[in-house]
């Protein structure tokens, strides 16, 4: 059974940590006195390509470059000139050194790990999320269901959406189309 626990027993930091059964599978740990960067948004520039770890370090002006790994980044900042022969592409090539990339933090650094980054924006409002680079995701959420969904499907189409952007519909955005 997947529970989420939370400790808020001391004033200056809270604990919240999800698990399954026994399992622990996320850890957060935010401290009052630290500022936090989840969620902000960085220009950076990619300073090592790492193959074995199908990922790249970002310098995004941090204590610790960031991880970024290769399925989260946007074809947009693959090298012009790498050519796909149907075999797989190295990632050196595809993401050379010195690359300025876009950079949202999903993660805050932990011990002596970087912060998790991606280049797949999201910029959350109340009712919508925006998604300035990331054509295929999108819709609605989940707890949206029978006519108030086809509704607002209806409503989305209607919608000028440039290309290249996605909206994903909140639960709070029901009735308000």
Known sequence: MKRMLINATQEEELRVALVDGQRLYDLDIENRTR???????????VTR?????EAAFV???????GFLPLKEISSEYYAKDVKSNGERTNLKELIPEGTQVIVQVEKEER???GAA?????SLAGRYLVLMPNNPKAG????RIEGEERNELREALRGLN???G????VRTAGIGKG
């Open 165 to 168: 952007m996605g909206i994903i």
């Open 117 to 121: 980054l991606t280049t797949y924006i």
């Open 161 to 163: 959406i440039p290309d």
């Open 59 to 65: 310098d995004f002006g941090a204590e610790r470059h």
């Open 49 to 53: 390509v790492e193959p074995s770890l």
């Open 139 to 142: 819709g609605i959420s989940r």
């Open 35 to 45: 500022i936090q960067k989840k969620a902000n948004i960085y220009k950076g520039k």
């Open 111 to 113: 011990g002596n790990k």
